[in-house]
């Protein structure tokens, strides 16, 4: 319902905000048109809504995921994991050959919505970021694109692509982040770290691997 020129209601919270704290339709006779909810309303509907309907979500976010990829495949993004300065690249052959070394009992066969499997059942996401700076504070950002696919989620980051000093990993349930579209966590933050510090994994062979990547003794 909107209120102004760039405040809506949402029914849900039964709160007045700003036009940024809506999704904005992409397309009908409304297209251009906030949503019905607040994005943190909608997320949590959302949420819900997946939980008791786990199966029927499942294949939805496969066909959402599959009509991306096609979409990457069609724009030549499929090709960009041999391009160095692309995300692709940081995921697919630094990130992934990493972390083949760091777990044992690793299956490097790649499916929709994972990267890995770790010990023949659990289907592994890998998301890896290194270092943004946006006004003061630096920050890791990574895209969750809503995957219930994957069993765990897999978080590597690095100091930047230059160097590529691995500093934190985090390996977190599925279950307590798969709603979200994108995940940013700012770097030396102590609310970030007491809130991740539970799935933190040890860093040290991390970088002795890395560092043999580089050949780096």
């Known amino acids: 319902m909107r209120i102004g020129v760039s405040y809506y209601y949402c029914p849900s919270c039964k709160t007045t905000k700003d036009l940024s704290a809506f999704n ?25 809504w997946e ?39 940081l995921n697919r052959v630094v990130a ?5 070394k760091y777990f044992q009992h690793v299956d490097r066969k790649r499916g929709h919505g994972f990267s890995f499997i770790c010990d023949k059942k659990y289907k592994i996401a890998v998301r890896s970021s290194c270092m943004r700076i946006t006004g003061s504070k630096p920050f890791w950002s990574f895209g969750i694109y809503q995957n219930n696919i994957a069993d765990y989620f897999l978080f590597l980051t690095f100091d930047d692509r230059d160097h590529l000093n691995p500093q934190k990993i985090w390996l977190v349930p599925s279950n307590k982040i798969s709603d979200h579209k994108a995940m940013w966590v700012t770097c030396n933050s102590d609310r970030a770290e007491k809130r991740l510090s539970e799935y933190e994994k040890p860093i040290d062979k991390m970088t002795m691997i890395c560092n043999e990547m580089k050949g780096v003794n």
């Open 24 to 48: 904005i339709k992409k397309s009908g006779e409304s297209k251009g048109d906030p949503q019905g909810y607040c994005k943190s309303c909608a997320t949590k509907k959302r949420a819900e």
């Open 51 to 89: 939980a008791a309907n786990r199966e029927h979500a499942k294949k939805e976010n496969m066909k959402r995921y599959q009509r991306l990829r096609a979409k990457q495949v069609a724009a030549g993004i499929d090709k960009l994991h041999t391009n160095k300065k692309c995300t692709m690249y």
């Open 96 to 100: 992934e050959e990493a972390l083949s």
